[in-house]
Each structure stands twice: as C-alpha cells, then as structure tokens.
C-alpha cells in the first residue's frame, strides 16, 4: 500500500470524497482507488472561518511501483511502513529468576505486558490498590478531605495517568512504531478504535479505568503476577549487581531483572535509592497553577462559528511564551471541558492536576501554566526538586486554610497583586473546594513574575485568556519527575547491573503515551539481558 499525506478536506466532507481527493493527488481515476484506510486524521483550526480535516492515508491501488517512481521526491507520497510489532525473543522453557516490575503505570503496565508476552512472567509490585479500590480512596480525597498515602491519584494501579485527560499523544522519536504497538493494545482493552488515527487520541478517565483491569487480567492470563499493595522498601545487590527486593512486609524476592517504573511522585523510593547508593541526579521540571475558563471561550477562539459543531469537539490548545527574565511559561496538560483535581500524595499539602473524560463536556476548560525550571533554581543535590516540591505543596495547604481546599485566585487580581476576595463568571472545579487568597505567596517570585507577563501574551493568541474573572489555583508541581535515575544505552543504571529505570518517575517519559514506549524499550533490553545470561549459563 501508499501512505498519501496532507489530504485536505471540509470538516463537513461526504465520506466519498476521500477517494476522491486521494485519486486526484495521485492523477489515477477514482474507480482504480482499492482498500482505503486512515493513518492520521488531525484539524487544522488556525483560519477560524474554514476549519478543515488534514488527512493521511493507506491506499491499495495499481502499479504502486510505478507511481512511488513519478512521486520520488514527493515526501507526503511514500510505501506504507510495516508497524507491526515483533518480539525480541521468547523466554528460555525454565527460568532461573523471574523479572520483577516495581509500579504499574504506563510505563510498568506495558513492561510488564511484553515481558509476559514473551513468556518471562514477570512479578509485579504495585504499592498502591486495584483501580477500583483506588478510584473510591481518590473520591476519598475529593469529597471527604480524606487521603490515603498509599492510595489517590498519584499512586495504585494505572498510576497518575489514570486519572487524567488519557492524553495519547506525544513527540518522542518512534521510528519502531512501538506507539503503535501500545494503541492497538488499548484498542484490544476496550478503547475506541479512533484513537489508532486520530491526530490527537484521548480516552478520558472512567474509560482507563476498565482497559487497565483488562490488561492486567491478560497480564495474569499469560502467568504474570501483580501484587497490590507491596511497597518495596530495599534493594538487595552483590558485587555492582541487583539481586532482589524487599517489601515494607518484611517479605524477600529474588531477582536478577528489576524495572524501576516508579511515577513521578516516589518520594520515598526516590529516597530509598539514594541511601542504597544507586545514581540519581536532579533534572529540570515546572511549577506553574491550574488556569479554568468556560470551554465556550476557547471553542470560538479555536473554532469562530464552528464553535459547538459535534465533528470538531472541544477545542484545546498549546501556548508558550518567553519572558524577559529568561523563564519560559507554557500551557500543560490541556484538559477540555474537565476539571480541576486534589493529586496530593502526601499528608498537608495540596497539589493540583487536570482531569476529562471522555465526552469532555464538564462548563470549564483547565490547562496547567507553568514555568520551567532548573537545577540552578534548587541547588544541593540529586533530591533538591523534591524537597522545593514539598515546600511549594506545604505552602499551598496552608494558603488554601488546611483542609486539603486549594488556594486560587482570579486573574485579574493576580496580574494586580491584590487578594481576590469573591469569584466571578468563572466557578472553580476543583474539589474538594478553594479558598480565595494571593497565589503571589504560592510561588518564588521569578516564577510570579514570568506567569504575570504570559497571561497578558497568551491572550493576544486567545482572545479572553487572560478575563478578569478566570480562576487560578495552586499549585502544579507534578508536571514530571525531579528525578533522573541515570541509566545507560543498554537500560540499566549506570552503577547497579540488573536495575533498570523506567518511564516518567526514572525521568525518562513524559504522559501516558511516551511513558508506555518506554516501557516496552526497557522490556526489551531485560528480554535481552535475560536470554544472553540462558546462554552464558549453558
């Protein structure tokens, strides 16, 4: 077949008139256009008055030689790469150790999935609960004011991204399609098919929840274990070498083959590893508020009078701005028609996240607006942004009254520097509740200052954005992990043989999409590892 790209069309096109196009851009009749199926379907919305579908396709047609030969140097004109996804290899009929998976988001779901895909059946640890159990703790947390440590958004099975937009989006180099791979097995849990070629593919939270369980359960059915509530505590090692595991139960594993798949939000792991001596060094992250306006406001700056037209959705978008102090302030994790959410992991602090499902229909458009920051800004070692995540959060329970109620602000009295003291058009989702005050205490000043100065530059991108009565709240800390656990080209930490850090939590992954990649790349490097040791062993 021929991937054919750049196909534009009305957003009210006839369904026919794909072919069409594509028969036009090839100069063949449309009668010789065969099987017919859409790689890539994204909306180019940038003139407001014409909003259309841009289109990428695989198509079977005649002399496909040929016409690849009168299109040589037309790069949206190419054969249709094979994506299929194949197994490094399979395990050895008798194992000596099985490989153990700490964590169960993304990026250990999908470990886990090919390690038992390949026969290695692998052993997982997740510290938190089931996702069911999981989901009525973080209820817990948003009705209640009631939060289990061990069990909230940060922290079960899914991990973060559970309870998120399902963003399935990312720009990670993938030129072995494993995203392709990680699609089509959430499409197999239960997913929408659409998300196979969507421009930008998402699955809302409710929906997670069931492709999770399904993945797990096939996990099991394929002689993988996943153990819920088991917090590892230790590392055992020999001569630069992993050799296992203990859990806060007292409870001893062995292993050969230990994936680090811990979140961004493993304090205490994070911790662990640094007195175990294992390398880690800090790395750089943001800090910013959550930022609710009606998502009415965002579909006509997105869409004019296609506002509201079923085929387009809710509008999102992407802003960055680069500020005369050197800081640089973007829009994170867009969440159309959602709403604002507790994440705190951690008694008496307060952390905000976005959250849609998959309708995306709630009044209010959220976004994180934050601004990066460095290792410079937290000097004292490979924990500092950590310990600035924890001052900030601490900060934020305090300013939001003590009760898990987050502190916000409207923008206009942010970018005037007085309190607000009543809110406006604008009703804030967050739950379990906010309290009105000055975000300027919430964050170091450099940071007060950058944000000051996007407000106004993003609104001349979105007319409204910066409306006095739009509601701030604090604060965003989690956008990725303070954390690096260096790790070679081979997968493994740079000094512990057999450790092998992954996705967001490692640093090395950043949302659902690239953190799953991840997982199956370091999946693959311990399939590897293991089948050289079968070997040496005879």
């Not at 256009?33 to 014409?50: I, K, N, P, Q």
């Not at 680090?260 to 294992?278: N, Q």
């Not at 009044?363 to 924890?390: F, K, W």
Request: glycine fraction near 12%; aromatic fraction near 6%.
């Amino acid at each position: 077949m021929l991937r054919v790209s750049e196909i534009r069309l009305p957003i009210d096109h006839p369904p026919a008139a794909l072919a069409g196009a594509v028969a036009a851009r090839l100069g063949i009749a449309e009668e010789a256009v065969g099987e017919l199926r859409v790689f890539r379907r994204s909306c180019d919305a940038r003139r407001t008055g014409a909003p259309s579908f841009i289109y990428s396709v695989d198509v079977a047609v005649p002399n496909e030689a040929a016409l690849l030969e009168r299109f040589a140097d037309d790069p949206q004109l190419q054969a249709t790469p094979d994506m299929r996804y194949r197994f490094v290899g399979r395990a050895p009929a008798q194992l000596a150790t099985r490989p153990i998976v700490v964590g169960f988001g993304p990026a250990g779901i999908f470990a886990a999935l090919i390690l038992a895909q390949s026969g290695f059946r692998p052993i997982v640890l997740e510290r938190g609960k089931a996702v069911r159990e999981r989901t009525q703790d973080t209820w817990g947390l948003w009705r209640k004011k009631l939060l289990n440590p061990e069990s909230n958004v940060q922290f079960g099975e899914g991990g973060a991204g559970t309870f998120s937009d399902g963003k399935l989006y990312s720009q990670i180099r993938d030129p072995k399609h494993y995203g392709r791979k990680v699609l089509e097995e959430f499409v197999k849990a239960g997913a929408s098919a659409e998300i196979l070629y969507v421009g930008k593919p998402h699955i809302g939270t409710f929906r997670l929840v069931g492709m999770v369980e399904q993945i797990r359960h096939e996990i099991e059915r394929l002689g993988g274990e996943v153990r819920f509530q088991q917090r590892v505590t230790g590392l055992h090692s020999e001569r630069g070498r992993v050799r296992g595991v203990t859990l806060a139960s007292g409870e001893e594993l062995c292993g050969e083959a230990v994936i680090l798949a811990l979140g961004h939000s493993a304090r205490d792991t994070f911790e662990m590893l640094h007195r175990a001596g294992v390398h880690l060094e800090a790395k750089p992250f943001s800090i910013g508020f959550r930022i609710e306006h009606p998502q009415s406001l965002i579909d006509r700056a997105r869409f004019g009078p296609h506002a509201g037209n079923p085929l387009l959705g809710a509008a999102d978008y992407k802003l960055v701005h680069h500020c005369r102090n050197g800081r640089s302030v973007y829009s994170f994790c867009m969440c159309p028609g959602g709403t604002v959410v507790a994440a705190t992991s951690e008694p008496q602090r307060v952390v905000t996240n976005g959250m849609s499902q998959y309708s995306r229909n709630e009044r209010n458009a959220n976004a994180g607006i934050v601004v990066g920051i460095t290792p410079l800004d937290y000097p004292g070692g490979p924990l500092a942004g950590v310990e600035l995540q924890r001052q900030l959060e601490a900060r934020a329970f305090e300013l939001g009254g003590g009760t898990y109620e987050a502190p916000g602000q409207l923008v206009g009295d942010f970018l005037a520097d007085r309190p607000s003291t009543r809110l406006g058009r604008v009703l804030p989702s967050y739950q379990p509740g906010v309290r009105l005050t000055n975000l300027a205490r919430a964050l170091p000043d450099y940071a007060v200052a950058a944000i000051r100065e996007a407000l106004p530059a993003f609104d001349r991108q979105i007319r409204g954005f910066a409306m006095p009565d739009a509601v701030l709240t604090g604060v965003e800390t989690r956008t990725s992990s303070p954390v690096r656990i260096t790790r070679g080209d081979d997968c493994q930490s740079v000094n512990l043989r057999g450790l092998y850090p992954a996705g967001e939590g490692a640093g090395y992954a950043g949302g659902i999409l690239s953190a799953a990649v991840d997982g199956i790349r370091v999946a693959e490097a311990v399939t590897r590892e293991m089948l050289a040791a079968a070997v040496r062993s005879g």
